[in-house]
């Protein structure tokens, strides 16, 4: 039984549940987070699931984030770490078991990380997340035109192959399938791409995406 840390609505922790259903693992999550709770973000007023600054979460990830793992005693955080660690110690389907295609992989999901997270994070904070008092329209504009001018990286890779590192699905389209999802939800005057389009009609299928990514309460607030 692995251990895991987070919240449903957190895109780091829908990658790992999303990965351990996958992967056909037993889990078992412990609601954690420093600024959501039960009923919405802090600003509005709602006490967070906590935990994260406790001395014992810190021991096991230092940074106080999300999602953190125990694995039989084997600690570990960072989400598109513990993708790779699903994959390489469980699954090695979601890598196709080549070490290049694994490397591909990790590599979107750095990308990911830093190209689509840092938009699609505030977007949805300026969108649903905050206090209304506190939501800033030039920040969801900003999120709409930023995604926009990412994504048709991501379409170019998807117009040669079926998905993000070759033919097969793998921890690559885990890592960055949550915030394209987001994108799609928040944006629907959004440019079309067809290549995204038809790869998230693909995920979409999958029992695990429909599971942990798909239900619109983990991306909109309860209020809104």
């Known amino acids: 039984m692995i251990r895991i840390w987070g919240r449903p609505t957190s895109g780091c922790t829908q990658r790992s549940l999303w990965c351990l259903e996958e992967a056909g693992l037993s889990y078992e999550l412990t609601l954690a987070s420093a600024i959501m709770g039960p009923n919405g973000h802090i600003s509005k007023g709602s006490e967070p699931f906590g935990i994260v600054d ?11 984030k999300l999602p953190t793992i125990d694995d039989e005693g084997f600690i570990l955080w960072e989400s598109n770490a513990i993708l790779a660690y699903i994959a390489l110690t469980y699954a090695p389907e979601l890598y196709s078991g080549d070490k290049q295609v694994l490397a591909r ?4 999901g750095s ?5 689509l997270d840092p938009p699609i994070t505030s977007l949805v904070l300026h969108v649903t997340r905050l206090a209304s008092h506190l939501r800033d329209p030039a920040a969801v504009a900003r999120g709409l035109k930023d995604m926009a001018r990412e994504l048709p990286v991501v379409d170019a890779q998807l117009a040669r192959q079926p998905y993000l590192a070759g033919e097969d699905f793998t921890i690559a389209d885990i890592s960055v399938a949550p915030a394209i999802h987001r994108w ?5 005057d959004r440019p079309r791409l067809p290549h995204i389009d038809a790869w998230h009609e693909r995920l979409a299928g999958r029992s695990a ?3 942990h990514i798909a239900p619109l309460e983990f991306h909109f607030d309860p209020e809104g």
């Not at 992989?105 to 979107?108: F, L, R, T």
């Not at 799609?184 to 629907?188: D, I, Q």
């Open 209 to 211: 995406f429909q599971k």
């Open 105 to 108: 992989a990790i590599a979107w």
């Open 184 to 188: 799609m939800l928040f944006a629907p």
């Open 54 to 64: 406790t001395p014992q979460y810190r021991a096991m990830n230092p940074n106080g």
């Open 111 to 115: 990308w990911s990380n830093e190209h």
